[in-house]
Nanobody, 116 residues
Framework: QVQLVESGGGLVQPGGSLTLTCAFS????????MGWYRQAPGKQRRLVAA???????NYGESVSGRVAISMIDDQNAVYLEMNSLKPEDTAVYYC??????????WGQGTQITVSS
């Protein structure tokens, strides 16, 4: 079992910034990928950014250039820094864990609302 706990969401004005944190714990070992996904009302859940334990990073097209993902392995935490936020970034943001055994876990989600 792997536990994921997100924090850092909230209300932010257009053009503002937020940093999300995902603290992970449990049976974590070997190669894994941590990711952030988001889901807006009535839409599919989509990748925002992902980072592997080896440091490889991948970003979704809709946020390219405005977000940065990082993972500090010895803190068991992954961060998503988001800048120049737009109203269309409003969504529930989920932390995700996938490992080489095929196990996958999701956090409970944290709401980001971008509005003036």
């Amino acid at each position: 079992q792997v536990q994921l706990v997100e924090s850092g969401g909230g209300l932010v004005q257009p053009g503002g910034s937020l940093t999300l944190t995902c603290a992970f714990s449990g049976d974590i070992f070997g190669f894994f990928v941590m990711g952030w996904y988001r889901q807006a009302p009535g839409k599919q859940r989509r990748l925002v950014a992902a980072v592997s334990r080896a440091g490889a990073k991948n970003y979704g097209e809709s946020v390219s250039g405005r977000v940065a993902i990082s993972m500090i392995d010895d803190q068991n935490a992954v961060y998503l820094e988001m800048n120049s936020l737009k109203p269309e970034d409003t969504a529930v943001y989920y932390c995700n864990y996938k490992d080489e055994l095929g196990d996958e876990y999701w956090g409970q989600g944290t709401q980001i609302t971008v509005s003036s």
